[in-house]
Each structure stands twice: as structure tokens, then as C-alpha cells.
């Protein structure tokens, strides 16, 4: 029903929510929170984050919440200049990139490494064996860490990385550097003879 709901209906809906019409609020849960639940699927699978009906359903309140927060501030504004569907959009991104920036750390899971090509120099295949390659990585700072999870084991994208972590895109690209000259040295370190 919200892709056939003109202006006039959304203002006339808009204006019983701010007489707190109860009736009102639940035509709007009624008519929107599919639509909105499909805008939180599809930002979670842009970014790759795995989520479920729960987390859809999360985001899909908090959006609720922030509607209604700080005195209605959000549907006045929408009431005065419009905007409604757009906004109800912008609220459900915002809360789902917040959930997954909120579990920025189960998404780059170290357990299981194993190497990306097969390595044919047999003293380098001792190197980047699953056990010591973890053991540097380990060694890493969390953020260098994250990244090179993310990158290089789950072939996230900078946007994606950037969006799961909460870092400014263009610093994304440095710190893999600094990382790799990093495990570069580490696992020099530990093919060294004793």
C-alpha cells in the first residue's frame, strides 16, 4: 500500500501521528514496515553483512524510534517540506550501517586461515602455512587485523570494508599496506634459523 499512497494521504497520516491518533501510528507500521524491512535486506546484502529476519526487524525499530524521537521532530519536518518516503529510506540505511559498524568485530573472523593460492616455493609454503600465517596476523594491531580479514578472506570491497568497520574509505588502502609490509616482516622473522 506505501507505493500507492498519494501526498495528500501521507500528510493527512502524518498530521494524525502528531495528534498522537494510535490508529494512525499502527496504519503506518501497517503500510510501511514491509517496505522497510526489504530497504534493510537490501542495504545488509550491498555491504555483504550477514543478517537475518531479527536484524531487519531491528533496524526496521530503531528507524520507528528515531520517527517518533525528540518530539516528533522527524514527521514535522517531513509534514513541512515533505519527503517521507525518502526519509523513512535514509533512517533504515543509517540504522543498518550502525548494526553492522556495532559488530565490526565478528565480521572479520582470523580462525581457519588458510592461504589464498597455492604456494609453490616449499620454504614460502612453510611460511604461509594456515599456523603461522595466523600467528603473525595475530600479531597485528585489531584495525590491520580487520582489514586484512576482510580483504583479502572475505573479498570485501573498500566501500564494504569502510561500512563494516567505520573507517574513511581512503585510509582503507594505507593501512593494508602498512599491514602487509607488517606480515611481510613478521614471517620473515619466523623463517629465520635460530
Known sequence: MAGKTSNSDVSALLARLLQNDQAAWRELVRDYSGLLLAIAGRTFAMYGFPAGLQDREDVVAAAWQNLLAGDRRII?????????LQTLHLLVRRRAIDLMRSRKIKTAPLDGIEPVAPIQDSALDAAYSGAVLRKAIALLAPRERAVIGLFFLQGKSYREISALTGMVTNSIGPTIARALVKLKALLRKQLEPV
Open 76 to 84: 514535522r519536518g517531513c509534514l513541512a517540506r515533505g519527503f517521507f
